[in-house]
């Protein structure tokens, strides 16, 4: 089994300029930052032609090191797999840390400090630069504030797709009217099948697929990345479930 084995070196000299200091010392203490950061997901190697953009990490994602594995993230997996992709895609996040709240004006404000924004607009230039990408997917708010003060941005096809953990009605009405859109704008991969069939009114089981092992780090137990299994409880403390007897 192939696991994802980190960052090649040109990307590891990017991640080491991440403004951690900033984070963790903010006056606001909108951070949880206990747990460290969590940088990305996908594909590093010059082979992504999509990149998504997220919010932030929580407590699945802490846990693997690794962007949008929970359920959302699971939710997003089928999205990509509707569309054909099933692994050329590197995912980013507006914030390299798990945040208090919901994207309101404080966190806004706090998305456009330079430590912050710089450091941002570096991953994402980078992701530009070494891939081939045909379109551009943000998920929520905080993603589209992103996209917007992004100078690098390129004239690429952008869908600002609704954040999965929203109500079921309004993410799954939102992703079907770009459907069709999407999978025109993004070659298939190989493996690839396209499906275009709108999605119902509720997420169901077979609206997610399992975060697979190559976005993965090594050692990371089989069901992670295959259903929600960790809470926070506090800053200090995450309580992580087994789903085996």
Request: glycine share 8%.
């Amino acid at each position: 089994m192939v696991f994802d084995s980190g960052p090649p070196n040109s990307w590891r000299s990017v991640f080491d300029q991440a403004p951690l200091a900033h984070y963790v010392n903010h006056p606001k203490k909108r951070f949880r930052f206990q747990f460290g950061p969590v940088y990305y997901r996908g594909r590093l190697d010059g082979t992504a032609r999509v990149l998504i953009v997220g919010q932030d990490p929580s407590t699945n994602e802490i846990l693997a090191q690794r962007a949008f594995v929970g359920q959302s993230g699971q939710r997003i997996q089928r999205l990509l797999a509707k569309i054909g992709i099933t692994r050329s895609y590197v995912i980013l996040n507006t914030f390299i840390f798990s945040v208090f709240g919901q994207f309101d004006t404080e966190l806004r404000n706090i998305s456009l400090e330079p430590e912050v924004i710089n450091f941002r607009n570096l991953c994402l230039d980078k992701a530009l630069t070494d891939n081939p990408l045909e379109a551009i997917l943000t998920m929520g708010a905080a993603p589209k504030h992103a996209y917007d003060h992004w100078p690098g941005r390129p004239q690429l096809p952008a869908f600002f797709l609704t954040h999965p953990a929203a109500a079921d009605s309004m993410v799954l009405s939102d992703w079907n009217k770009d459907l069709q859109a999407m999978a025109s704008a993004i070659t298939k991969d190989p493996d690839g099948q396209v499906d275009t069939a709108p999605y119902g009114n509720k997420f169901t089981t077979a609206d997610s697929v399992s975060i697979p092992p190559f976005d993965l780090p090594f050692g990371i137990p089989d069901w992670h990345g295959n259903g929600g299994h960790s809470t926070r409880d506090g800053n200090n403390r995450i309580i992580w479930e087994s789903p085996l007897s």
